[in-house]
DNA sequence: CTTGTGTCCTGTAGGC
DNA sequence: TGCCTACAGGACACAA
């Protein structure tokens, strides 16, 4: 469930809890959460590096890493490239905790670091679909391609309804199936994507190429607010979602949603009975009489 | 290039 | 009560 919002909530409240420690060592529970590389080398090339920065592109987080500077290890390490970012990826229900470093095991959990300072970020993820990555700023194209085509963020300046017509403007395939694809406007997920829809007053089904001229500078509008009210709510929490910031607390947009998760319910400005779709497997929610 | 479909993986909700 | 199936979701591989 962590779309742009949740993970932007996340690298905020993460980024004063783990600024300056070091990665002492790496338990890897789940080795199928490693990415790259294998995870023996994944284990060897993190520890020993310090947390400087963390950084989101779309609904990936970056640790910006560098190399310890007062042991002589790090000199042999860095004849090898540089690995300097972590790469984290919650998909469909991974989260983060940072926690003191005698915490037991959590349930869920697939990787622990160990860091400096007597603490530990955990990484919980029950479906086992998330990843962490460890490269090179260079190598990251080739290694993650989903950041390297990365879209526009619809809360980049740039994001408009020029882009975003000039992206699928001529596109036959449902507006929310393209709202979906990463390489059009990152870090938008079925949540968001949702209520940009209702808030534009189209309906996910619609083809993309049929939008009128009108209707991108509105869609483009609500996508950049609803994320920006996303963010300032600290992110959407439901009742079955496992979305929770570091400190265990849920966020709070999921009281302001209008159309998501909410078939069967009346809509909160016409009282209609909002209805449910299945568009390219997934669900979409929309209410029939504000949205055409 | 574009589009739709299946897969990964597991817990949980709902049906019977 | 307990078993079974469907579903949830993001990214990507793949076929047409």
């Not at 590389?37 to 950084?55: C, D, Y």
């Not at 990826?89 to 915490?103: E, I, T």
């Not at 349930?107 to 670091?113: K, L, Q, S, T, Y």
């Not at 300046?157 to 990463?182: M, N």
Request: charge should be positive; hydrophobic fraction near 35%.
């Amino acid at each position: 469930m962590p779309e742009l919002p949740e993970v932007e909530t996340i690298r905020r409240e993460l980024e004063p809890l783990l600024k300056g420690r070091r990665i002492v060592s790496v338990n890897v529970l789940r080795p199928d959460i490693v990415g790259w590389p294998k995870p023996n080398a994944f284990k060897r090339l993190v520890a020993g590096l310090t947390i400087v920065e963390l950084a989101r592109r779309g609904k990936y987080l970056l640790l910006r890493l560098k190399p310890g500077l007062q042991n002589a290890e790090c000199r042999t390490r860095n004849a090898e490239p540089k690995q300097n970012l972590l790469v984290i990826h919650l998909r469909l229900s991974g989260h983060l905790k940072v926690m003191d470093s005698r915490a037991p095991v959590q349930r869920f959990e697939r990787i622990r670091f160990r860091l400096s300072g007597r603490r530990v970020l955990v990484f919980v993820e029950p479906r086992v679909l998330g990843r962490v990555y460890l490269v090179s700023e260079d190598r990251l194209p080739s290694v993650l391609k989903g950041l390297q085509e990365m879209g526009l963020e619809p809360i980049h300046r740039d994001f408009d309804a020029g882009y975003l017509k000039d992206k699928v403007g001529h596109r036959r395939s449902s507006i929310k199936g393209l709202l979906l694809d990463q390489s059009i406007a990152a870090g938008i997920g079925n949540i968001y994507s949702d209520e940009a829809l209702f808030r534009s007053g189209i309906r996910p089904e619609r083809t993309a190429h049929r939008l009128r001229r009108a209707e991108y500078p509105r869609l483009a509008r609500a996508l950049r607010e609803v994320l920006r009210d996303g963010i300032r709510h600290m992110g959407t929490t439901m009742s079955d979602s496992r979305y929770q910031r570091p400190k265990g607390m849920p966020g709070g947009f999921q009281k302001h949603l209008m159309v998501f998760d909410r078939e069967g319910e009346p809509c909160r400005v016409c009282s209609t009975v909002i209805k449910s779709c299945r568009i390219g497997n997934r669900t979409s929610r929309y209410c029939p009489k504000c949205q055409t």
